[in-house]
């Protein structure tokens, strides 16, 4: 039962980014500093942003001009995470070209988007998209997605061809889930304080 008990307490431990923001946002997890990060997403002159996800909210509210923002800061050694509010021209963190240059070198690079009635998480090795997870069915699409969907399949996540997810990706509901998806491809265990100030960003104008 004490076992029991401390994997639900887990399992509730994932924040819910759709109770964050709404039903319009991308997560991008990249390894590197976070400048580089925002760089090879698009933003040409980064700076700080005290008050990013205000602002972000407003220029999602009263629209923002040409291209979007983005916000980044480290979140784990030699990670960091984006955030983007604005998909109208589509996300930057979901384009192939963008998360396979995020990836290369060996690397991985991971970005979870929620659109009305759309849950993905996309995810890139070494330079390759290598597929995509329904977060709403658990349901992956691709080929070989190597050590992280063998990190996916551990969840409870279903192979390709397979189902139902089982497990800890059966408990929960598709925002959190794709959470978990980032966490159990990247190590990064995202919780609400991450998403805190100081953030830095600019604007992007690449798209998916």
Not at 13 to 29: A, H, I, K, P, S
Not at 146 to 166: R, Y
Not at 186 to 198: D, I, K
Request: hydrophobic share 45%; aromatic share 6%.
């Amino acid at each position: 039962m004490e076992g029991t008990l401390k994997t639900q307490c887990r399992w509730e431990r994932l924040v819910n980014l759709t109770e964050m923001f709404g039903e319009g946002w991308c997560v991008t997890l990249a390894p590197g500093a976070a400048a580089e990060v925002l760089e090879h997403m698009g933003v040409t002159v980064v700076v700080e942003v005290p008050d990013g996800l205000e602002r972000a909210t407003e220029r999602l509210v009263r629209g923002g001009g040409a291209g979007v923002l983005l916000l980044g800061h480290e979140v784990a050694a030699g990670w960091t995470m984006v955030v983007e509010l604005e998909g109208t021209t589509g996300w930057v963190g979901m384009d192939s070209f963008v998360l396979a240059a995020l990836s290369g070198g060996g690397r991985i690079a991971v970005s979870a988007c929620e659109d009305p009635n759309q849950l993905t998480v996309y995810v890139a090795g070494d330079g390759t998209v290598l597929g995509w997870l329904d977060a709403v069915t658990g349901r992956r699409f691709g080929e070989d997605f190597g050590p992280a969907g063998q990190a996916l399949t551990a969840a409870g996540f279903p192979e390709a061809g397979a189902d139902e997810p089982s497990g800890e990706a059966a408990a929960l509901g598709p925002s959190e889930r794709a959470v978990l998806a980032l966490r159990e491809m990247t190590g990064v265990q995202l919780e609400e304080g991450l998403f805190e100030e100081p953030w830095i960003g600019g604007i992007s104008t690449l798209g998916a």
